[in-house]
């Protein structure tokens, strides 16, 4: 491990165009469940059900019961880790060109990270499924232990703005992500599994744009062989030593 990390921070040295691309295994640290491995969200509750846009337009109150269980109470008590922070110091530095994450838990900006593409959404923006008004999570969180699902003051059925198995992803966002992943110098991937795509074609992106890639992922990941470095390591602990 420490040979890598040396490895590491030579690139880190040498870069100046990072982009820092995360999973849910970056907020694991933060208490918040992964979704898969061990333990995870979808060995329990299936993903088909609980977080399908095709389900929730069926019967919405599976989703809002997995929110208000589930997600909302860890969410809501999640705090940023050694990871987050260690990332707002490599912006500081002048090193990270973007942030990419696939979390939906806003924590990268809660640590102060400026730069953030969100390509699942965020679950702190609630809004209306029909007159777009947006709600915090504290104030859908109050709808709904009134009545499930809850709704809007319009009276339509709210949603969070994260993105649901079968929806499309915001296009800007995904557009921005595929930019950053073509025009930066190092791709560094932290805590995902890269199995859900589009997100986990960005690796590829920048692979072919001749930038380095690096993955640190506590489980093997399918594009460990096309990475320039691979830590099967706890992101907090790998960037903590790298910062
Ligand atoms: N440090 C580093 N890696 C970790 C840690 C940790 N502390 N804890 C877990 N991991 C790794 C696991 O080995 C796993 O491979 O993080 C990865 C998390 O993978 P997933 O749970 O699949 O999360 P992610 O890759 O973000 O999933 C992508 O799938 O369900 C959808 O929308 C959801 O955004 C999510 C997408």
Request: proline share 5%; with cysteine; hydrophobic share 40%.
């Amino acid at each position: 491990m420490d040979e890598k990390i040396s490895k590491l921070k030579k690139i880190v040295s040498t870069s100046d165009k990072i982009v820092a691309f995360t999973g849910a295994g970056f907020s694991a640290e933060s208490g918040i469940s992964t979704f898969r491995g061990a333990g995870s969200l979808w060995s329990k509750y299936d993903s088909s059900i609980y977080a399908d846009i095709n389900y929730f337009i069926q019967e919405p109150s599976y989703y809002w019961n997995f929110f208000k269980d589930e997600r909302y109470p860890v969410i809501k008590k999640a705090k940023p880790n050694d990871g987050h922070y260690a990332l707002v110091e490599l912006e500081k530095r002048g090193k990270l060109y973007r942030v990419i994450t696939q979390n939906i838990d806003g924590l990268h900006q809660v640590a102060g990270q400026s730069d953030v593409i969100e390509l699942h959404g965020n679950t702190r923006k609630i809004l209306c499924t029909s007159c777009d008004k947006f709600y915090s999570m504290d104030e859908a969180y109050g709808r709904l232990k009134k009545e499930l699902p809850p709704r809007c003051s319009c009276g339509a059925i709210l949603k969070p703005s994260t993105v649901l198995f079968g929806e499309p992803l915001p296009q800007v966002a995904l557009d921005m992500a595929a930019l950053a992943a073509k025009n930066c110098d190092m791709f560094f991937v932290i805590g995902s599994s890269l199995v859900v795509y589009p997100a986990a074609s960005m690796p590829r992106i920048a692979k072919k744009n001749e930038a380095v890639l690096v993955i640190v992922n506590i489980d093997p990941t399918p594009m460990d062989d096309m990475a320039d470095i691979v830590i099967h390591e706890s992101a907090s602990k790998v960037l903590s030593e790298l910062v």
